[in-house]
């Protein structure tokens, strides 16, 4: 896949107009960046940041010179500082009076945006470059791959929001079973408990075989002593019958 194409626009000082102070200020912030363009196989923040460093003294003498604003706010996104460079190079396009100028902030807007992933303000910057300067091979590619870049998050996106509902499904699915079978064993052991309980409700209402009431002990002594009465009083009768006739053969 080919690599995003970012332009860094540096513009010379050629002016003679300019302090000599001031040239030699941008002169030693254009070497900087040159330096920090060699290697292509790593970032050299360093020198990045000692062209920051040169430009801003040469903005101390001459703060609002479009071209080294436009240098300055390369030089920090060269570093990877997007979002302070999109911020610099939002105030240039506004600013910014000829054609070309407004052109090459907006584009490069574009690539400090796309920097931070926020895709839709760099497609609209890239936009607003091609308004511009519609024939740009680099700003068309940019804004093709910043298309490509949000259609992936859209459908990234779309994948987590169903990943995250099926497994929102699969939980809720998952207490409802559990709930299913803690109120199923809570049922079987009511049912339990209640068996216990008629079980034990029985076995207090049956009537006890080896055991008799108060009552009824009192009623059978009752009884035997009545018998007892009785029996006595038989026995009595015949002693007395038998008395009497012992008498009777005595006399004769």
Same mark, same amino acid.
């Given at each position: 896949?080919?690599?995003?194409?970012?332009?860094?626009?540096?513009?010379?000082? *050629?002016?003679?107009?300019?302090?000599?102070?001031?040239?030699?200020?941008?002169?030693?912030?254009?070497?900087?960046?040159?330096?920090?363009?060699?290697?292509?196989?790593?970032?050299?923040?360093?020198?990045?940041?000692?062209?920051?460093?040169?430009?801003?003294?040469?903005? $101390?003498?001459?703060?609002?010179?479009?071209?080294? &604003?436009?240098?300055?706010?390369?030089?920090?996104?060269?570093?990877?500082?997007?979002?302070?460079?999109?911020?610099?190079?939002? !105030?240039?396009?506004?600013?910014?009076?000829?054609?070309?100028?407004?052109?090459?902030?907006?584009? #490069?807007?574009? =690539? *400090?945006?796309?920097?931070?992933?926020?895709?839709?303000?760099?497609?609209?910057?890239? +936009?607003?470059?091609?308004?511009?300067?519609?024939?740009?091979?680099? @700003?068309?590619? =940019?804004?093709?791959?910043?298309?490509?870049?949000?259609?992936?998050?859209?459908?990234? !996106?779309?994948?987590?929001?169903?990943?995250? +509902? /099926?497994? #929102?499904?699969?939980? &809720?699915?998952? /207490?409802?079973?559990? /709930?299913?079978?803690? &109120?199923?064993?809570?049922?079987?052991?009511?049912?339990?408990?209640?068996?216990?309980?008629?079980? +034990?409700? =029985?076995?207090?209402?049956?009537?006890?075989?080896?055991?008799?009431?108060?009552? &009824?002990?009192?009623?059978?002594?009752?009884?035997?002593?009545?018998?007892?009465?009785? @029996?006595?009083?038989?026995?009595?009768?015949?002693?007395?019958?038998?008395? $009497? +006739?012992?008498?009777?053969?005595?006399?004769?």
């Amino acid at each position: 896949m080919r690599k995003i194409l970012f332009i860094a626009i540096v513009i010379w000082f *050629s002016l003679p107009a300019f302090s000599q102070k001031e040239r030699k200020f941008v002169r030693r912030g254009n070497n900087y960046f040159e330096e920090g363009l060699k290697d292509t196989a790593k970032l050299d923040t360093i020198s990045f940041g000692k062209a920051e460093v040169a430009y801003r003294k040469a903005l $101390q003498i001459k703060p609002q010179d479009f071209h080294w &604003n436009f240098n300055l706010a390369d030089a920090i996104y060269k570093q990877k500082k997007a979002e302070e460079a999109a911020s610099e190079f939002e !105030k240039l396009a506004d600013k910014a009076e000829k054609p070309l100028e407004k052109y090459a902030a907006y584009h #490069n807007l574009g =690539n *400090s945006l796309l920097q931070q992933k926020k895709f839709d303000p760099s497609i609209e910057a890239y +936009k607003k470059a091609l308004r511009i300067n519609p024939n740009d091979p680099e @700003t068309k590619y =940019n804004l093709a791959y910043a298309m490509k870049m949000k259609k992936e998050e859209e459908k990234q !996106k779309q994948k987590q929001n169903k990943d995250n +509902k /099926d497994k #929102n499904k699969d939980k &809720n699915n998952k /207490d409802k079973n559990q /709930d299913k079978d803690q &109120n199923k064993d809570q049922n079987k052991d009511q049912n339990k408990d209640n068996q216990n309980q008629d079980q +034990k409700q =029985n076995q207090q209402n049956k009537p006890q075989q080896n055991k008799i009431s108060r009552q &009824n002990a009192e009623q059978m002594l009752q009884a035997l002593e009545n018998d007892e009465k009785q @029996t006595q009083e038989k026995v009595k009768k015949v002693q007395a019958l038998q008395a $009497q +006739k012992s008498t009777v053969e005595k006399n004769w």
